[in-house]
């Protein structure tokens, strides 16, 4: 479970962050949606420590994230962010390999089953053929999928998305949010396809200038009307065999 309570952030004296409260319950799939400059990606390094908060509280399973050491939030919480640049031109397999570190000793050397989770992890999002490739001879969509396998491998109950879909063709968003919902973990998903974003989450909070201006199933929150407020553009949100979509008008 993730539930945020009340948190501000502010960069001199501009807030990016206002009070902003959410949850996310046990296996659920929640996205945040708003324009560039919303405050989505600012929202979600808080919650995995990359910013503190000036004010509010972060709990992960009841626990503050602020309380915890990287290593102990990284056995708990994966990050697919949205910049994932090596220093080094790494091994595909080494990349997600790195993502078995938290759940060992600082002695332990990484052992056969770490291979086995990451070889799966791999097989799972379909670049097996990639592992031995370098990690920077990829195209950008590549390294996307070599981010979420690297989630996978790290075997954690929650999982934060920057943008998961980033770089990704039509057919690997909707293949990749599908693994993902699948996966039974908690995620919390920072999206911008409002059509893909009505059809991976079970509930949407909408951010303007950093406030949730609202929060609901997605065929709650996105109405024509309230795209317009936070887009600025007309759009027709329309069912076709039973699930959401958005057109622009």
Do not use: W
Not at 64 to 72: H, I, P, T
Not at 114 to 121: Q, S
Not at 143 to 161: D, H, S
């Amino acid at each position: 479970m993730i539930d945020v309570a009340h948190v501000s952030y502010t960069i001199g004296s501009t807030p990016l962050l206002r009070d902003v409260s959410l949850q996310v319950q046990p296996g659920e799939s929640v996205g945040i949606l708003g324009p560039n400059g919303s405050g989505k990606s600012t929202l979600l390094k808080t919650i995995y420590k990359v910013l503190r908060p000036a004010d509010g509280e972060i709990l992960v399973n009841g626990q503050s994230v602020l309380s915890m050491s990287n290593r102990e939030l990284a056995r708990k919480v994966a990050v697919v962010a949205q910049e994932s640049e090596a220093a080094f031109d790494y091994t595909v397999q080494e990349v997600v390999l790195m993502a078995r570190y938290p759940s060992k000793k600082l002695t332990d050397a990484y052992g056969p089953d770490d291979l086995r989770i990451v070889a799966e992890a791999l097989d799972t999002v379909g670049l097996s053929h990639l592992a031995s490739r370098g990690y920077l001879s990829l195209s950008g969509g590549e390294k996307q999928r070599v981010q979420v396998a690297r989630a996978f491998a790290q075997q954690t109950p929650v999982m934060i998305l920057d943008e998961p879909t980033n770089h990704l063709d039509i057919g690997s968003q909707i293949k990749t949010l599908q693994l993902l919902k699948a996966s039974g973990k908690t995620i919390l998903a920072a999206l911008h396809d409002l059509s893909i974003a009505a059809r991976f989450c079970d509930r949407i909070y909408l951010l303007h200038h950093g406030t949730v201006v609202d929060s609901g199933l997605p065929g709650q929150v996105l109405t024509g009307e309230r795209i317009r407020q936070l887009y600025d553009i007309d759009a027709e949100p329309f069912q076709y065999k039973g699930q959401l979509y958005v057109r622009f008008l």
